[in-house]
């Protein structure tokens, strides 16, 4: 599906960008949950890209 061609990077930049925050900014949250907000982000952030970018351009 054309859509996961956008969703796979999204995902890979939403969890680099949050582990990046969390590590510089926010060093007093426990590791673990570091982990788990950043697992949450790339899930949101990969559905609402799922919803948002075109499935196929083919049918248009």
């Not at 907000?37 to 919803?51: D, R, W």
């Amino acid at each position: 599906m054309r859509a996961f061609k956008y969703i796979i990077p999204i995902i890979l930049i939403v969890g680099t960008a949050s582990i990046m925050m969390l590590n510089k900014n926010h060093q007093d949250v426990p590791p673990m949950s570091r982990i788990w907000i950043t697992l949450g982000a790339m899930v949101v952030s990969g559905v609402i890209a799922y919803f948002l970018f075109p499935k196929d351009e083919d049918k248009q």
